[in-house]
C-alpha cells in the first residue's frame, strides 16, 4: 500500500475525553518511522483518560505511508505513550542501555526478534500485573509489511530479556513469587518458521 501520510492531524498532547494523541518513534528503525496514535476516553471511576483505541502507523524514512494497524488494547496505565521516551532499539541502540523496571522494556521496541535481519515490532498493549506488560509482537516480511506472531502475542507475551542471536533464542524472565522468578526460553525454527519452548526454570529474584 502506497500513499502519503499527513502527519498535520491528530496531534493533541492533553489527555481529555475522546481525543487523539500521537507518539512519533523516528530514532529506533533505520527503515522505518512510527507513530503510535492512541485514543483516550474519560473514565469516570479512575478519574483519566484510558485508552480505547491503538493506531500504529508504519512510514517510511520519507514519511510515505508503508502500512496501517489497528490494535485492540487491553488496560494501559495512565503513563502509557505519553510520549516517545519509553521505547528501545536493539537495532539503532536508541535506549538499548536503559534500565528495566518491572519487566518494563518500553510502549514500543524495535528489535530483530526472528533472526532474519530484518527489523521486527513490539508494541505494549497491556500494563499487565506482577508479570509486567503484555506486548503484541510484528514481524517483517519480505515485503516490508508488518505480520503479527501470534506465538509470541498470545504464548510468550513478556517482551524477551534476553535475546540470543548465536542459538536463535529468546528468553523471559518475569516475576513467579516472592522470592523466584521464570525464566522462559524459546527457540525459532527458521525453516518451520515456528517457534518451541526449549528450557522451563526458576531462578531466585
Not at 17 to 40: D, G, H, M, W
Not at 170 to 184: F, G, L, M, S, Y
Request: glycine share 6%; charged share 25%; proline share 2%.
Amino acid at each position: 500500500m502506497k500513499g502519503i501520510y499527513f502527519t498535520a492531524v491528530l496531534i493533541i498532547t492533553s489527555c481529555i475525553p475522546s481525543q487523539a494523541q500521537k507518539c512519533r518513534y523516528t530514532k529506533l528503525s533505520y527503515k522505518f518511522n512510527f507513530e503510535v496514535i492512541v485514543k483516550r476516553t474519560l473514565d469516570t471511576d479512575l478519574n483519566y483518560g484510558r485508552i480505547s483505541a491503538m493506531t500504529l502507523i508504519v512510514l517510511n524514512k520519507k514519511d510515505r505511508l508503508v502500512q496501517k494497524i489497528n490494535i485492540s488494547p487491553g488496560y494501559l496505565f495512565e503513563t502509557a505513550f505519553k510520549n516517545d521516551s519509553n521505547s528501545r532499539s536493539y537495532v539503532t541502540g536508541k535506549n538499548r542501555r536503559t534500565e528495566v523496571y518491572d519487566y518494563d522494556f518500553g510502549d514500543f521496541i524495535v528489535a530483530d526478534l526472528n533472526f532474519d535481519g530484518k527489523e521486527d515490532i513490539a508494541i505494549k498493549f497491556d500494563s499487565g500485573g506482577n508479570g509486567g506488560p503484555l506486548y503484541t509482537f510484528y514481524m517483517q516480511d519480505v515485503t516490508g509489511h508488518f505480520k503479527i506472531d501470534n506465538f509470541l502475542t498470545d504464548t510468550v507475551g513478556s517482551f524477551p530479556a534476553y535475546i540470543n542471536l548465536k542459538h536463535k533464542t529468546i528468553t523471559t524472565q518475569i516475576h513467579a513469587n516472592v522470592h523466584q522468578e521464570a525464566q522462559k526460553t524459546f527457540k525459532y525454527n527458521s525453516h518451520r518458521k515456528k517457534w518451541h519452548l526449549i528450557k522451563w526454570t526458576m531462578v531466585e529474584a
